[in-house]
T-cell receptor, first 112, second 116 residues
Framework: GNSVTQMEGPVTLSEEAFLTINCTYT??????LFWYVQYPGEGLQLLLK?????DKGSNKGFEATYRKETTSFHLEKGSVQVSDSAVYFC???????????FGKGTTLSVSS | EAGVVQSPRYKIIEKKQPVAFWCNPI?????LYWYLQNLGQGPELLIR????????DSQLPKDRFSAERLKGVDSTLKIQPAELGDSAVYLC??????????????FGPGTRLTVL
């Protein structure tokens, strides 16, 4: 079945630093890809998504591009803020396209 | 608009005891999901409902876990009897329609279960 691998954390950055969180997937066919974020004490929230190759998802300054050739969907942000501190999950649709397959999550901590 | 509501937020029980979790999805959302999240892991699907029908329960350990979604709205997930390894966060999510993940899944805050 489909699976997702994302970089281990925690990631610790200073405010205004550049962020990359790597995510790769294995899948039969072409899944939809997602990034979810979980702020402390809150539920998972969809950050961005892409449904086909070369699509770029973007939201709140975060971006990720669906790369079929490298089976990747890396999350990037040019200048992180303290408020971006959270756990970030990369996810793929399952083979049937009806549920999400999540990575293990990457904890981001941003200090001022 | 209210989000997905789950209760309780925290539950501590002795092993072999029963436990139940409740979820109220966003109004009008036909699809409801229960996920299990172990410490340091991403959520894993347990069961998916389309209205009141469980359309994917292949990952639900049916010897001790059960779920229901009466009238296609609220849902309850039950464990009987609980084991130490069931300690985890149980997440509920809902979406307008589930097919091919066309619609965003909205997650509740989860119920953190500790089995002693």
């Amino acid at each position: 079945g489909n699976s997702v691998t994302q970089m281990e954390g925690p990631v610790t950055l200073s405010e205004e630093a550049f962020l990359t969180i790597n995510c790769t997937y294995t899948a039969t066919g072409y899944p939809s890809l997602f990034w979810y974020v979980q702020y402390p004490g809150e539920g998972l929230q969809l950050l961005l998504k892409a449904t086909k190759a070369d699509d770029k998802g973007s939201n709140k300054g975060f971006e990720a591009t669906y790369r079929k050739e490298t089976t990747s969907f890396h999350l990037e942000k040019g200048s992180v803020q303290v408020s971006d501190s959270a756990v970030y999950f990369c996810a793929s649709s399952n083979q049937a396209g009806t549920a999400l397959i999540f990575g293990k999550g990457t904890t981001l901590s941003v200090s001022s | 608009e209210a989000g997905v509501v789950q209760s309780p937020r925290y539950k501590i029980i002795e092993k072999k005891q029963p436990v139940a979790f409740w979820c109220n999805p966003i109004s009008g959302h036909n699809t409801l999901y229960w996920y299990l999240q172990n410490l340091g892991q991403g959520p894993e699907l347990l069961i998916r409902y389309e209205n009141e029908e469980a359309v994917d329960d292949s990952q639900l350990p049916k010897d001790r876990f059960s779920a229901e979604r009466l009238k296609g709205v609220d849902s309850t997930l039950k464990i009987q009897p609980a084991e130490l390894g069931d300690s985890a966060v149980y997440l509920c999510a809902s979406s307008l329609e589930g097919g091919e993940l066309r619609d965003e899944q909205f997650f509740g805050p989860g119920t953190r279960l500790t089995v002693l």
